[in-house]
T-cell receptor, first 116, second 112 residues
Framework: AQTVTQSQPEMSVQEAETVTLSCTYDTSESDYYLFWYKQPPSRQMILVIR??????QNATENRFSVNFQKAAKSFSLKISDSQLGDAAMYFC?????????????FGKGTKLSVKP | DAGVTQSPTHLIKTRGQQVTLRCSPK?????VSWYQQALGQGPQFIFQ???????QRGNFPDRFSGHQFPNYSSELNVNALLLGDSALYLC???????????FGSGTRLTVV
């Protein structure tokens, strides 16, 4: 069974600085998707960025980028120029690419605080 | 374009009772998944519905059941509620096997 581990329960960053959130996963599959979701106090899960395992190039979305290390099964999220609105819970998630395996497997999350 | 709508937003039930939670998917989406998020934890997959049938199920007891209607909306039913069922229940919709999930804001269920 696949597992997702986020080893940082809480992180803090100064506004305008850069922070990296860590995520490791375990799988025997070769094709899969990885995601970072943001969950603010409004509770809605918002997709931040996604990565297809077959793509070697790291995904980037504006201030958000990932460092995808397939061999090491590592998928970290870098937030540049942190803003107050980035404060939230961040969840790393895995999804198999094959067949009807449509469920997301989440880590326990990292609470990010942004200091003004 | 409406996103995923869940109702109610909050609910308090007594142990042993039954509860029904509702989800309307994003326009154009035909697949609905349900997740349980306990306090301080990541969401856990309950089940997924497609074409009115349960396509996939997570490790949850039979007390958890669901339904999908012809208009793609869905219900999650939980029977014989336990204190441990207290959680945020999230609904996510997608189009077919596309991995672009859209989540709702969830229903906060408290069992007393």
């Amino acid at each position: 069974a696949q597992t997702v581990t986020q080893s940082q329960p809480e992180m803090s960053v100064q506004e305008a600085e850069t922070v990296t959130l860590s995520c490791t996963y375990d799988t025997s599959e070769s094709d899969y998707y990885l995601f970072w979701y943001k969950q603010p106090p409004s509770r809605q899960m918002i997709l931040v960025i996604r990565q297809e395992a077959y793509k070697q190039q790291n995904a980037t979305e504006n201030r958000f980028s990932v460092n995808f290390q397939k061999a090491a099964k590592s998928f970290s999220l870098k937030i540049s120029d942190s803003q107050l609105g980035d404060a939230a819970m961040y969840f790393c998630a895995y999804r198999s690419a094959g067949g009807s395996q449509g469920n997301l497997i989440f880590g326990k999350g990292t609470k990010l605080s942004v200091k003004p | 374009d409406a996103g995923v709508t869940q109702s109610p937003t909050h609910l308090i039930k007594t142990r042993g009772q039954q509860v029904t939670l509702r989800c309307s998917p994003k326009s154009g989406h035909d697949t609905v998944s349900w997740y349980q998020q306990a306090l301080g934890q990541g969401p856990q997959f309950i089940f997924q519905y497609y074409e009115e049938e349960e396509r996939q199920r997570g490790n949850f007891p039979d007390r958890f059941s669901g339904h999908q209607f012809p208009n793609y909306s869905s219900e999650l039913n939980v029977n014989a509620l336990l204190l441990g069922d207290s959680a945020l229940y999230l609904c996510a919709s997608s189009f077919g096997t596309d991995y672009g999930y859209t989540f709702g804001s969830g229903t906060r269920l408290t069992v007393v």
